[in-house]
Nanobody
């Protein structure tokens, strides 16, 4: 069993910053890709940022230059530093991880429970 626990969401004014974190625990042999998605009311869930096991990153065009994704494999942690936040960034943010529970198992996807980010004055 694997658990993903997210933290760091909240209410922030436009132009402010927040840092989201997601910690994985449980039966984990290796973690491959780690991502952050978001879903705003009435919209589909979208990929915000992702990072591979090798450290390669990719970002949605709307957040490039403002958001930074990072990972700490020793702590099984993925973080999203969000700067210069805009009202359009308001959404529920979800951690998404692809991992293997053992050397023999196939890759499995897991989702966090979501954390609310609200950008408003």
């Amino acid at each position: 069993q694997v658990q993903l626990v997210e933290s760091g969401g909240g209410l922030v004014q436009p132009g402010g910053s927040l840092r989201l974190s997601c910690a994985a625990s449980g039966s984990i042999f290796s973690i491959d890709r780690m991502d952050w998605y978001r879903q705003a009311p009435g919209k589909e869930r979208e990929l915000v940022a992702g990072i591979t096991s090798g450290g390669s990153t990719n970002y949605a065009d709307s957040v490039k230059g403002r958001f930074t994704i990072s990972r700490d494999d020793a702590k099984r942690l993925v973080s999203l530093q969000m700067n210069d936040l805009e009202p359009e960034d308001t959404a529920v943010y979800y951690c998404h991880v692809r991992l293997r529970s053992s050397i023999w198992s196939q890759q499995t996807e897991y989702w966090g429970q979501g954390t609310q980010v609200t950008v408003s004055s």
